[in-house]
């Protein structure tokens, strides 16, 4: 068990360029206490748990970070960052520029059943940057981790929660795997997909909500540094549109260090869903690609691993028992395009705000209680009606020849395109903007909230 206890430090500007987990704790006073308790402990240093520490460290509040594994350290994700996660990185003060070693793209090049690609530009909009980035999640979760360290979040790597503590129904802090408690008010459960903390307090998962799975892996191309990222909306094992159509959409995301993040989706709307090799399903889709990309056993790098996709909100309530749900743990993917980075920072953003809210109350209090249940009330606020749409979408692309339909015949239309693009990545301007900005905020308003 390794434990860090972060300084108190002062806020770093955005534009300068933060450190890593190991950086961050040279400049810390180490410990070997475990520690016992704080005012919120996050259980998870994914992009949820430590963007939720990192802003709640911001508000002041003592925080302890819980993270099973030791930095750094890989999990299984596209590595595409759309500008909602870019704007949200900027917001931790985190430097994003080229010049920091960051991997651009200008936005999405969309292949249907044809072999050309329709390039689609990130939307020039007020609330977001025109770009996009890609980064591996190991880079990226220990960049994270760094910041809230730097914030003073007090990180302990390679502790294993087991089992919450419990006082009646309500949680009052948590156990490790080998003995360790530590006591907190306030939970936050962003331990990613597998939500085992969500699950011990009775959280489980809603089954009329979308489910993904995806499977990826990296490959020696030298396409490495192209400056799009691509998404093939139609799979075939073989000629386009004269073989067979695979179930599932695609992904080449270049990474700009010699390989690309190739990998394919599936959702639980389509019937090959959990009846499928995915990873031979990948195989064969990659088959059919130009043999000068590399996209082949040869020049793979690493395994084909795969992970599940909890989408629109699918494990609820957010908040009950001083238990906040954020990030995967809650279902927070968006069903429309798969993206999970940006919405797990968002909702970690607007937990530290229900929570820095509670502790100025009178933690426990009535009116304490009453801000933290807000933060359900405004992750449905932000993201229930777009999410609504996005589960009636994933029904409908569930066939596979609804999809070569709407690839056919909406891809040639350039002006759709760029409204399905802003719709698929949620880019629109909330106050301002043009036409098809309020028409997706409309739909997103005037439909029931998931």
């Not at 294993?160 to 309500?170: D, I, K, Q, W």
Request: charged share 20%; proline share 6%; hydrophobic share 40%.
């Amino acid at each position: 068990m390794e434990h860090e206890v972060g300084h108190k430090a002062v806020p770093e500007s955005p534009g300068v360029e933060l450190a890593s987990v190991l950086t961050a704790r040279r400049g810390e006073l180490s410990d070997s206490a475990f520690p016992t308790e704080a005012d919120v402990i996050v259980v998870g240093a994914g992009p949820a748990g430590s963007s939720t520490a990192a802003f709640l460290a911001q508000r002041g509040l003592d925080v302890v970070l819980l993270e099973k594994s030791h930095f750094p350290r890989e999990k299984v994700c596209g590595d595409g960052l759309t500008p909602r996660a870019v704007r949200m990185l900027t917001r931790l003060g985190i430097n994003t520029s080229q010049q920091a070693g960051w991997q651009h793209n200008k936005g999405l090049r969309v292949y249907g059943s044809g072999a050309q690609g329709f390039e689609l530009p990130w939307p020039q909009l007020a609330d977001y940057p025109d770009y996009g980035l890609t980064c591996t999640r190991a880079r990226l979760d220990d960049l994270l981790a760094g910041r809230a360290m730097a914030l003073g979040a007090h990180l302990v790597t390679g502790a294993t929660v087991s089992a919450p503590l419990l006082v009646g129904e309500r949680i009052v802090g948590v156990r490790t795997a080998d003995g360790h408690s530590v006591r907190a008010p306030i939970v936050v459960a962003a331990d990613g997909n597998s939500a085992r903390l969500a699950i011990s307090m009775g959280r489980q998962r809603r089954e009329d909500r979308p489910l993904g799975v995806a499977v990826r892996s990296y490959y020696t191309s030298p396409r490495h540094d192209d400056e799009w990222m691509e998404s093939w909306l139609e799979l075939w094992d073989g000629e386009p549109g004269r073989s067979h159509q695979l179930p599932g959409y695609g992904w080449v995301f270049p990474m700009g260090d010699g390989t690309c993040n190739v990998g394919l989706g599936m959702l639980n709307s389509s019937p090959a869903f959990g009846h499928t090799d995915y990873r031979g399903l990948m195989r064969r889709w990659l088959a059919t690609t130009p043999g000068e990309w590399q996209f082949d056993e040869d020049h793979r790098t690493a395994p084909i691993t795969g992970a599940a996709l909890p989408m629109a909100f699918n494990r609820q309530p957010a908040y009950a028992d001083g238990l906040l749900l954020v990030g995967d743990s809650g279902g927070a993917i968006n069903p429309f395009n798969g993206e999970g980075i940006s919405y797990a920072m968002e909702c970690g953003e607007l937990a530290a705000d229900a929570i820095a809210e509670a502790h100025a109350r009178g933690i426990t209090t009535r009116a304490s209680e009453r801000a933290l249940a807000g933060y359900p009330t405004a992750l449905a606020a932000r993201f229930g009606g777009y999410y609504r749409l996005g589960t009636i979408f994933v029904k409908l692309i569930g066939n596979p020849r609804i999809m070569h339909l709407c690839t056919t015949y909406g891809l040639p239309h350039r002006t759709l395109m760029v409204f399905v693009n802003k719709l698929l990545a949620n880019l629109t301007d909330r106050h301002r903007g043009d036409a098809m900005d309020h028409v997706i905020n409309g739909l997103s308003r005037v439909v029931p909230s998931v």
